[in-house]
């Protein structure tokens, strides 16, 4: 699939379509792998979980050395101490405690990974690139009305923008910031994840190189 012919949607920086633009095959169509994609999820989101929950356990509570009752004549079961687990406000047994949740993924996994992704989007045609970014100078009502004129409106886009930061990608980034489910990510932090949770892509060209870059070259 790789050595196929590979192409997107070019927009022009107002949104008219002019065509369409070439892809890295080995990028853009390699081969889904959707284990690589699952696992590189399961990476990421594990990585988020803070995994700071904790309970009380019986060595880890203050008192209980007092009876609580008589040991006879209540008609409750016999009981020495008011943190046992089995009292209300007591210790807990076997509940969860502080752990890392992380675990290593190889560089090759996550970049073949990030391969599938942008393949699985450009197979289904849900990967476009837009000529520019002067179209948008940080209001809403620009960014909508592109997102409209590439037929991007009222979906869940992922935006990548170039890595270097300039005034004018910063206006563009503004304009999309109140537009619900938008996400705007610079090349360098494309990641799975988003790639997967939003229904399209709408690539700047200027970041299709970066992108380039840093998905297609080798790794050792």
Known sequence: ???EVVSAKLFDAAGKEKGVVPLTPAVFGAQIK???VHGTVRWQRAKR??????????????GGAKKPFKQKGTGNARAGTTISPLMVGGAVVHG????KYE???SKKMKKGALQSALSA???SE???VLEGMESVAGKTREAAALLKKVGLAERKVLIIVPNEKSAEREKFALGFRNIKGVTVLPASGVNVYDLLNNKSVLCVRAAL???DARVGESTK
Not at 49 to 62: F, I, N, P, Q
Request: proline share 6%; no cysteine.
């Open 1 to 3: 699939m790789a050595s």
């Open 103 to 105: 675990f290593r993924l």
């Open 96 to 99: 969860p405690t502080p752990r």
């Open 209 to 211: 190189g970066e992108l």
């Open 126 to 128: 849900d990967f476009s």
């Open 49 to 62: 979980r803070a995994g700071t929950h904790d309970v009380l356990t019986r060595s880890e509570m203050k």
């Open 121 to 123: 989007k450009t197979a």
């Open 34 to 36: 959707e284990e690589l």
